[in-house]
């Protein structure tokens, strides 16, 4: 997992990237904490400046940091172009603000983008919205990609997954790889898919094939460590957290798992001590109706709520012998029990 740290796509360059050039550096941004400490800073460098271009370029530079609030604010301000609308309904998709993300999507077409990436956006955001009805309905329209788009069966699968139709998302997941090998995403919820399913071998399989790609995902690589890590294999586990903390140092799931990881390493059995532990506990569960004791002794015990050796020995001489009717003689006969 390796951190892109100089991109040859520039985001405040003469001319805005195409949305495939964007795409690939949003990845890039996100690969690790330094790029994105790098774009934060030359969109600081730029968010006071006043001009269309510029703003619709911080606009951009902010959904990819995840600043979602702060993007919309600028994209509103931006030109009107394709790549507007397209970043302006991601950051109201994420604001829950789906109405509007759903206009937004259907301005790109007035600037030439293609029926089936509107249509897919929109069932992913009606999706998002739990509207599965609508998602569903613009699913349909798109039918006649079948076993063409990987787009289409990935979003296919997703609204499955959603439904709880578990089966046929995977089918679905299974077709994206034959006609996409190494759609990251695909390979994610098929391996998380085998992962609940309890197929541990299928998703470490699955998941090995998601951190392959570049920028490896950060979730995969701390789900294959759990994996790793529940079947025992602690330095392959560390390995998975290991790449995640390279480029994400600060990374709060990772280092904590880590800490995790280094404790289990350092866990052995010790299967004699073990074999004491047992034997102890089961003497210390010895009930006291098992011994010989006269029946003031026990009558004394029970009301005491002392029903097993373990409890007799959380008590002191003392206590006992500041109960009602508890003497020396009955005191005798605890300690013979205990001698023994």
């Known amino acids: 997992m390796e951190p892109v740290a100089e991109s040859e796509i520039r985001l405040f360059g003469e001319q805005l990237p195409s949305l495939t050039e964007l795409k690939g550096l949003s990845s890039e941004v996100n690969s690790s904490e330094s ?35 702060e993007a919309v604010a600028k994209l509103q301000k931006g030109r009107d172009c394709l790549e507007k609308f397209t970043y302006l309904a991601l950051a ?33 955001t009606w999706r998002k919205a739990r509207d599965l009805e609508a998602a569903e309905k613009e699913l349909q329209a798109c039918t006649n990609f079948e076993n063409v788009s990987a787009e289409y069966h990935y979003q296919l699968g997703r609204l499955q997954e959603t439904k709880g139709l578990y089966d046929e998302a995977v089918e ?6 034959e006609l996409a090998p190494n759609h990251a995403q695909a390979l994610f919820h098929l391996a998380y898919r085998h992962d609940l399913s309890g197929y541990e071998s299928e998703a470490i399989e699955y998941y090995k094939k998601a951190i392959g790609c570049s920028p490896a995902y950060v979730s995969a690589l701390l789900n294959l460590a759990v994996l790793y890590e529940d079947r025992g294999e602690f330095d392959k586990a560390s390995l998975c957290v290991d790449k995640v903390l390279e480029c994400h140092p600060n990374h709060p799931r990772a280092n904590l798992f880590k800490k995790d990881v280094e404790s289990s390493k350092t866990m052995y059995y010790d299967e004699e001590r073990e074999k004491k532990r047992s034997r102890k506990n089961q003497i210390l569960e010895t009930p006291i109706s098992d011994f010989e004791l006269s ?14 050796l373990g409890d007799l020995l959380n008590i002191t001489e ?23």
């Not at 603000?97 to 089936?116: D, V």
């Not at 029946?295 to 097993?308: A, D, H, P, Q």
């Not at 500041?322 to 006969?333: D, V």
């Open 35 to 69: 790029n994105r400490a790098k774009l934060a800073e030359e969109i600081e460098a730029r968010a006071s400046k006043t001009s269309a271009d510029t703003v619709l370029a911080v606009g951009i530079g902010l959904v990819m940091l995840g600043r979602h609030a």
């Open 92 to 124: 109201l998709r994420q604001r829950k603000q789906y109405e509007e993300a759903i206009s937004s999507l259907e301005r790109t077409r007035e600037f030439g983008a293609e029926a089936l990436s509107v249509n897919l956006e929109k069932a992913a």
């Open 172 to 177: 679905n997941y299974k077709t994206v790889l």
């Open 295 to 308: 029946v003031r002794s026990r009558n004394c015990l029970r009301k005491m709520n002392i029903r097993t």
């Open 318 to 340: 003392a206590e006992l012998i500041s109960y009602k009717n508890f003497g020396e003689t009955s005191l005798r006969e605890i300690k013979a029990i205990l001698d023994s």
